[in-house]
T-cell receptor, first 114, second 111 residues
Framework: QKEVEQNSGPLSVPEGAIASLNCTYSDRGSQSFFWYRQYSGKSPELIMSIYSNGDKEDGRFTAQLNKASQYVSLLIRDSQPSDSATYLC??????????????FGTGTRLQVTL | DVKVTQSSRYLVKRTGEKVFLECVQDMDHENMFWYRQDPGLGLRLIYFSYDVKMKEKGDIPEGYSVSREKKERFSLILESASTNQTSMYLCATEVDGYEQYFGPGTRLTVT
């Protein structure tokens, strides 16, 4: 059973601080990794994708991947109250035949406090 | 921008009814997916389609079927709705072979 594990939280950080969200995966064949943000009652929104070991930065967001440790993280710098949401981590094997099926974690709830 | 639309945001149906959930994408993408999301269980794949009339079962296909007669449209069918199918249903389309983008979701309640 392929699994993606996340701490459910809530993770509480003060406004302006760095939020660090972590994710581990069990399938060593995973090649693609994604972070989604989901506000309460809304659908998941893709915010970062990462395919290679190391860091990938996009604005206030940095995704980090370590395939040897089977570990993915998302850093949010200068956290804002609008970042308060549930963050889903997903892993996929890439195309194996017909489509790239993703396995999702259950998400970490982030609360940014004033 | 990737645009995925779903036919209803909220739906209430009775036990035993046949339910159709529709998803439309406007980007000519080949791969489309249906998930359900439940608290504590996360997103679980029901079915996906990789071309017109082509489909594969996901992790939890029991009680569901799908239809894809046109490339832009992927329908999820609950043959005989049951209360344990009360859930948030999410459709996604795949971009560039890897990234999946979701529609707004349909919150289905079966009474």
């Amino acid at each position: 059973q392929k699994e993606v594990e996340q701490n459910s939280g809530p993770l509480s950080v003060p406004e302006g601080a760095i939020a660090s969200l972590n994710c581990t995966y069990s399938d060593r064949g995973s090649q693609s990794f994604f972070w989604y943000r989901q506000y309460s009652g809304k659908s998941p929104e893709l915010i970062m994708s990462i395919y290679s070991n190391g860091d990938k930065e996009d604005g206030r967001f940095t995704a980090q991947l370590n395939k040897a440790s089977q570990y993915v993280s998302l850093l949010i710098r200068d956290s804002q109250p609008s970042d308060s949401a549930t963050y889903l981590c997903a892993a996929g094997r890439g195309h194996t035949g017909t489509a790239s099926k993703l396995t999702f974690g259950t998400g970490t709830r982030l609360q940014v406090t004033l | 921008d990737v645009k995925v639309t779903q036919s209803s945001r909220y739906l209430v149906k009775r036990t035993g009814e046949k339910v159709f959930l529709e998803c439309v994408q406007d980007m000519d993408h080949e791969n489309m997916f249906w998930y359900r999301q439940d608290p504590g269980l996360g997103l679980r794949l029901i079915y996906f389609s990789y071309d017109v009339k082509m489909k594969e079962k996901g992790d939890i296909p029991e009680g569901y079927s799908v239809s894809r007669e046109k490339k832009e449209r992927f329908s999820l069918i609950l043959e005989s709705a049951s209360t344990n199918q009360t859930s948030m249903y999410l459709c996604a389309t795949e971009v560039d072979g890897y990234e999946q983008y979701f529609g707004p979701g349909t919150r289905l309640t079966v009474t």
